[in-house]
């Protein structure tokens, strides 16, 4: 991990125990799956020994994920149940550490979150031949890949900003952490290498006008500042968000595997993208939804009103402005190489004849998002201005 990216965290106290007396699991959990290996019931012997307080029997998958293998799991002795996931092999297993510290963080700043359930040797993980597995306390609400409408994003904005208040002042040591995944210019300089060396690929010519499209956008945008860093989330999409039943109310966000430090635009552009765009990312033509993208800016400065000083509501004005339009562009860039490289796992074969044709969809959709988010540049600028000032 790059020194310019650790940050210290003081860890706090330990996660709830199975293997001692029995806790009611009240929490809220969302169900996200990957197919990441051949694990299916019965669970490995390695498992089922570290958290012995399950009854494995009765296990039943949860789809609708793309990262982590996901079940829900009955608890003997109290009520409800917990969720067991075999940890996609693209994290570092210490990341748990992190979302440890962030957890507890949460949890005592009263921001609900699941949290981890040690083995009963006390551990925050296992690892084992057919991988890495971790149990999670969980909750009861619903989640959805797009936003209900306003009402929802101006909840979801406030939620996120509790979660940024309740983990800033932390001083923990990120490890484990994937590094580059905002690297705007390296992924623009990757899609250039791939348009100059993929000209016998048949997605070719309409791989190299997109990346004509993705410079044009870049030259009409300002540099984005990567000096405000926070401790966010690290992927505050709407599908990692749990709702209450009616999908009006945020309660918690899920899927905390990327937790750690990130600049604050990366992280409120990468939101506002997802939350502003409901016709969801495999829309041909997206384009922001310019009433949830107000609701959704007003939410996140209202869940700071009183907190902020006029260089940090500047500071943060300024990452929602510019964050929008560069993620689009940094996805649309990384789709678009991936296309002419024929490489994605979430690859939809019902769909699409390839991996590079799917991944070309996706790579104009988030162009066409973020030539929307130009296009409304001056409304937004007008939305984000009334929010911040709200703030005071």
């Known amino acids: 991990m790059e020194e310019a990216a650790r940050t210290r965290v003081m860890l706090p106290r330990s996660s709830a125990s199975l293997g001692g007396a029995p806790r009611p699991l009240e929490f809220y959990f969302c169900p996200q799956l990957m197919e990441v290996g051949a694990v299916d019931a019965p ?17 039943e ?12 799991v009955p608890a003997t002795g109290a009520e409800g149940s917990v969720v067991v996931q075999r940890v996609s092999d693209i ?14 963080a949460l949890s005592e700043a009263g921001v609900c979150t699941p949290t981890l359930v040690r083995t009963g040797g006390g551990a925050l993980w296992v690892e084992l031949p057919e991988g890495t597995f971790r149990v999670l306390t969980r909750l009861a ?25 309740a983990l800033e002042g ?24 791939a348009v100059e060396g993929g000209g016998a690929h048949r997605l070719y010519d309409d791989v190299a006008r997109l990346n004509d499209a993705t410079l044009a956008c870049v030259a009409a945008l300002p ?8 401790i966010g989330h690290g992927d505050p999409k709407a599908g990692n968000v749990i709702f209450n039943e009616g999908l009006t109310d945020a309660v918690a966000l899920i899927d905390l595997d990327t937790v750690g430090p990130i600049a604050l635009a990366h992280e409120l552009g990468d939101a506002l993208r997802s939350w502003c765009n409901p016709a969801g990312e495999d829309h041909p033509a997206p384009k922001v939804d310019e009433g949830a993208h107000a609701a959704a800016v007003q939410g996140y400065f209202e869940g700071w009103r009183g907190r902020l000083t006029p260089g940090r509501r500047a500071e943060m004005a300024e990452a929602l402005r510019v964050g929008l339009p560069w993620i689009c562009l940094e996805l649309s ?23 590079g044709a799917h991944n070309l969809w996706r790579a104009r959709g988030q162009l066409a998002l973020a030539q929307s988010a130009l296009r409304c540049e001056g409304l937004r600028r007008a939305h984000i201005a009334r929010a911040a000032s709200s703030a005071q």
């Open 223 to 230: 540099e984005v500042s990567l000096h405000e860093t926070i």
């Open 141 to 165: 609400g619903r989640c959805a890949p797009a936003l209900s409408g306003e009402v929802a994003a101006r909840s979801v904005g406030t939620l996120l900003a509790r979660f940024h208040g």
């Open 43 to 59: 669970f490995p012997e390695g498992v089922r020994r570290a958290w012995p307080g399950l009854v494995w029997a009765e296990a």
């Open 91 to 104: 994290f570092d297993p210490r990341i748990h550490e992190n979302i440890e510290a962030v957890t507890q």
């Open 333 to 355: 860039a990384r789709f678009a190489a991936d296309a002419l490289e024929e490489r994605y796992f979430g690859w939809d074969a019902s769909a699409f004849p390839s991996r």
């Open 61 to 72: 998958p949860l789809e609708g994920g793309l990262i982590n293998r996901t079940w829900m």
């Open 170 to 193: 932390l001083s923990n040591e990120f490890v484990g952490m994937r590094g580059g995944v905002h690297d705007t210019p390296r992924h623009l300089e990757a899609l250039a290498r």
